[in-house]
Structures are given as structure tokens and as C-alpha cells.
């Protein structure tokens, strides 16, 4: 399979990450346990977009507003379709990222990291080298975080354990979910 | 929007392929050789190329190194005139005016409409000041990713055609399903990776 035809048929993989990340983030209040006693705190912030990843012509819902507003996706995911990007907080330590996380692209919108050191406080003999190295380590630690997330997702996606349990509480979820 | 500002775009890419040759030779030769410089195409672009991530105007490297750590630090700067479609039709209408009257004419040939318009296009691109669209990249050499600060898919485009132009490799993009094989190990998850079909969530 050539890169686009990857790109057309297996979109769905980012999709379903980011629908999943959000059932299991409401469930668990925002602390997602990982094996190996890693914890990743997720939260769901003010926009998101849902788009019907299966239809011929893409049918896309966008949602803002604060966190309960956001409740607003549930309707739509009740219409079928799934989220295509959503702005999220993460933290897996005392470091906190916010940004635009977007399926398709696996790509990484209005990336917020913790501050660098300002200038006047930074090494002389680093210089901007080494602001931009911390920066990128930032930005690097962030994503690994999303990386993180989406490795526990796929070991549970081809597991046996999606159809028998995670599949059925991710769509009772769905259809019982006020908003 | 550049890799320092505290609020940044990414794009993730894997390197793919071997940069042929001793390693930061051919990354040297590839960043010189196709530094930025002002180009004579016919088209919109009047200069692209690598520039200092730090400062767009130093296109020899001499301010700031782009080795930083195991990074490869860049911008691709690309320079664009757009000779708004109005602008461009007075001028030539003015053009085709002068050009009738000198020359007797009543009207202009299909050759000679072609000529004066892409005299006066040309003379309109000098007169005018570009526009510099300016795109960071950070190349981790020791894991292969390039990280690139723009999600534009004309931007993209550029900078993947210009990297493998001046390195060799092909930057894949690392979109989830390319980031879950390398993810899993072993062949049976990879297997069931590639079965995965789209799941229904409605009950």
C-alpha cells in the first residue's frame, strides 16, 4: 500500500484514538492509567470537530465552548461520526502541554509547552542554542506524552479486549451520556 | 509562527533512507548548496532556500551554527511576488494601448498579446517587494524525526521536495497509522494492525 492509499484507509486509526481518549478520559476523571504504573492526566478543553470518517462526502460538526459545552459532541458521536481534532490538556509529571491534537495528520496544533528559561537567566555559554534545545525537548516531551497515549490505545485496540469490554463501555457511553 | 514561539505548530516527520556519503559532509554540501538564493523562474517564487533558524537573512550560516546538539536547526525561507490579477490587466491594457498607437496597428497578434503581457508582468515582479514565508525545522539526527513548525499543505509540499533535493532521504510524514507500526513490536501486532477495520461506536 502506497503512502496515500494508507492516508485514505486507515484515517479511521486517528479518529477513533481521539474518540476513545476522550471516553476514557470523562471516565476516569482525567487520569488515565497506563501499565506500568504510569498516570497521564487528560482533559478535554474547548473545541473539538467530529467529522463522519466513512461517508463519501465528509460531514464535519465543530464544538466550542467549555468543558460541559463540549458535551455537545456526544450528540454527534450518537450521529456516527468521531472526533477529528480536539484541543487538550496533558501532563504525565509536573509538565503541562496544551494543544490541537489532530487525527488524520497525527499532527500537533498551538503547541504549548511549559516556559523556557527567559534570556537574561539563560547560560552564557549556551547561548539561543540553548534556549532552542530546551525548547525542543519540550516540545519533544509533550508529544511523547500524546505517544504514550496512543501506544496504550493500540495495545488495547488489537487486543481481544476491545470487542469483549472496551469497544462496549466506550459505546454505552455514548448512548447514555446526557448533554 | 517559529519553533521558539510559545505557541507552535508541528508537523512530525520520520527520515527515510541514507544520507549517502560521511554524514555531515553531505549535510554541509546540502545546506550550502541550496541555501537560500533568489531564483529567475517564471512563476510566483523569486527565491527559496535554507536559511539560519534564527535569522532569515543569514543565508551562509555565519551567525548562528545550524548544528545544535544532534539537531539539525533550519528555516526554508520562500520568497513569493503575486501580481494581484487587476493590477496586472490595467498595466497591459495601458501597455497594449501605447503599443497599438506606435505601431499602427489595429490589433495585437496572439504572439504579441503573450509577449507584452509577460514584458509587463516581468517589469511589474521587479518593481515589487516579496512576500518571505519562513518555515522552522529541527532534525533530530540521532532518532530521524523532523520536527517542522507549519501544518500548510502547499508549505509541506515544498519543504519535502526541497529536503530530499538537498539530503537525499524522504520525510514520511507520521501520520497515526505509520506511528502505530513503528509502535508495536513483533510481526502478530503488526498483523493485526494491518487487519484493523473501522469500528462502529453506536450501540
Given at each position: 500500500m502506497?503512502f496515500l492509499?494508507?492516508?485514505?484507509?486507515?484515517?479511521?486509526l486517528?479518529?477513533?484514538?481521539l474518540t476513545?481518549l476522550?471516553?476514557?478520559s470523562?471516565q476516569?476523571g482525567g487520569?488515565i492509567?497506563?501499565?506500568g504504573?504510569?498516570?497521564?492526566q487528560v482533559?478535554f478543553?474547548?473545541?473539538?470537530?467530529?467529522d463522519l470518517?466513512?461517508?463519501?462526502t465528509?460531514?464535519?460538526?465543530?464544538?466550542?465552548?467549555e468543558?460541559?459545552?463540549?458535551r455537545?459532541g456526544?450528540?454527534?458521536?450518537r450521529?456516527?461520526?468521531?472526533i477529528e481534532?480536539?484541543?487538550?490538556?496533558?501532563s504525565?509529571?509536573?509538565?503541562?502541554f496544551?494543544l490541537?491534537l489532530?487525527?488524520?495528520?497525527f499532527?500537533?496544533?498551538?503547541l504549548?509547552?511549559?516556559?523556557?528559561?527567559?534570556?537574561?537567566?539563560?547560560?552564557p555559554e549556551e547561548g539561543?542554542e540553548g534556549r532552542?534545545l530546551?525548547?525542543?525537548?519540550?516540545?519533544?516531551?509533550?508529544?511523547?506524552?500524546?505517544?504514550?497515549l496512543?501506544?496504550?490505545?493500540?495495545?488495547?485496540?488489537?487486543?481481544?479486549?476491545?470487542?469483549?469490554?472496551?469497544l462496549p463501555?466506550?459505546?454505552?457511553?455514548?448512548?447514555s451520556?446526557?448533554h | 509562527?517559529g519553533l521558539?514561539?510559545r505557541?507552535v505548530s508541528i508537523?512530525?516527520?520520520?527520515?527515510r533512507g541514507d544520507?549517502?556519503?560521511p554524514f555531515?559532509?553531505?549535510?554541509?554540501?546540502?545546506?550550502?548548496?541550496?541555501a537560500?538564493?533568489?531564483?529567475q523562474?517564471?512563476?510566483?517564487?523569486?527565491?527559496?532556500g535554507w536559511t539560519?533558524?534564527n535569522?532569515?537573512?543569514d543565508?551562509?550560516?555565519e551567525?548562528?551554527?545550524?548544528?545544535?546538539?544532534?539537531?539539525v536547526a533550519?528555516s526554508?525561507r520562500?520568497?513569493t511576488i503575486?501580481?494581484?490579477p487587476?493590477?496586472?490587466e490595467m498595466?497591459?491594457k495601458a501597455e497594449t494601448?501605447?503599443?497599438l498607437a506606435?505601431?499602427e496597428?489595429?490589433?495585437?497578434s496572439a504572439?504579441?498579446?503573450?509577449e507584452?503581457?509577460?514584458?509587463?508582468k516581468?517589469?511589474?515582479?521587479?518593481?515589487?517587494?516579496?512576500?518571505?514565508?519562513?518555515?522552522d525545522?529541527?532534525?533530530?539526527?540521532a532518532?530521524?524525526?523532523?520536527?517542522l513548525?507549519?501544518?500548510?499543505p502547499r508549505?509541506?509540499?515544498?519543504v519535502e521536495?526541497?529536503?530530499?533535493k538537498?539530503?537525499?532521504p524522504?520525510?514520511v510524514?507520521?501520520i497515526?497509522?505509520?506511528?502505530?507500526?513503528?509502535?508495536?513490536e513483533?510481526k502478530s501486532?503488526?498483523?493485526?494492525?494491518?487487519?484493523?477495520?473501522p469500528a462502529?461506536?453506536?450501540s
Open positions: 502506497d492509499d494508507i492516508l485514505k484507509q486507515k484515517a479511521f486517528g479518529r477513533e484514538f476513545w476522550w471516553f476514557k470523562e476516569t487520569r492509567e497506563i501499565s504504573d504510569k498516570t497521564v482533559v478543553l474547548d473545541r473539538m470537530t467530529l470518517s466513512d461517508a463519501e465528509p460531514q464535519s460538526v465543530a464544538i466550542r465552548g468543558h460541559s459545552q463540549l455537545e456526544i450528540a454527534a458521536l450521529e456516527g461520526k468521531k481534532e480536539a484541543r487538550v490538556s496533558v504525565a509529571g509536573q509538565d503541562e496544551t490541537i489532530k487525527g488524520t495528520w499532527a500537533f496544533g498551538s504549548r509547552t511549559p516556559a523556557v528559561l527567559p534570556s537574561e537567566e539563560e547560560d539561543p532552542l530546551e525548547k525542543v525537548h519540550l516540545i519533544e516531551e509533550g508529544i511523547e506524552i500524546i505517544d504514550v496512543f501506544a496504550h490505545f493500540l495495545k488495547i485496540r488489537i487486543s481481544e479486549e476491545w470487542d469483549s469490554q472496551e463501555m466506550l459505546r454505552k457511553w455514548i448512548a451520556s446526557d | 509562527m521558539a514561539s505557541s508537523f512530525r516527520y520520520r527520515v544520507v549517502e556519503g555531515w559532509e553531505t549535510v554541509e554540501e546540502g545546506i550550502k548548496g541550496n537560500f538564493r533568489e531564483t523562474s517564471s512563476g510566483d517564487v523569486v527565491g527559496m539560519s533558524l535569522d532569515f537573512a543565508t551562509r550560516f551567525r548562528t551554527p545550524y548544528v545544535v546538539g544532534n539537531y533550519l526554508f520562500i520568497d503575486r501580481i494581484a487587476r493590477i496586472l498595466h497591459v494601448r501605447y503599443f506606435q505601431t496597428q489595429k490589433r495585437l504572439a504579441q498579446s503573450r507584452l503581457k509577460e514584458s509587463v516581468e517589469r511589474l515582479t521587479r518593481q515589487a517587494l516579496p512576500s518571505i514565508q519562513i518555515y525545522l529541527m532534525w533530530d539526527t532518532t530521524g524525526t523532523v520536527y513548525g507549519t501544518h500548510s508549505a509541506r509540499e515544498r521536495e526541497y529536503f530530499k538537498s539530503f537525499g524522504t520525510l510524514p507520521l497515526p497509522y505509520v506511528r502505530a507500526e513503528e509502535l508495536l513483533g501486532d503488526r498483523r493485526l494492525l494491518e487487519d484493523l477495520r462502529s461506536m453506536l
